[in-house]
């Protein structure tokens, strides 16, 4: 897995590649997102379009982040969500509780009205 981040304004947007699916994945995506949240970006963006596949840690994990970022203000939105992807949102309730846009401009700019 490969992380690229980049900033929008006030908006990371996190481009993601590669498989979410074992410990040491999930666990660099967790340090990445902690480190950024002490930097102060909380409004995030996780860039799905070069993702294979994503594991229910992973899941976990993302969950966990939204939580995170919500208490200092922020969020995590997703942009580029497979098929697959939507799938594991839905059998697993959680398809609600992020918000999913068809590509990360839209995304990004859906944090002007919040």
Known sequence: MEIEERNEGDVAVLE????LMI??????????????TERGEVKVVVDFGHVDYCGSVMLGQLTASKSSLGEKGGDIRFANVAAKLDALLRITGLRGVF????????AVKSYAGA
């Open 16 to 19: 993601v590649r590669g498989s």
């Open 99 to 106: 918000e999913q846009f068809g590509s990360v401009d839209e």
């Open 23 to 36: 410990g040491s994945e999930v666990q660099a995506f967790h340090a990445h997102v902690k480190d950024m």
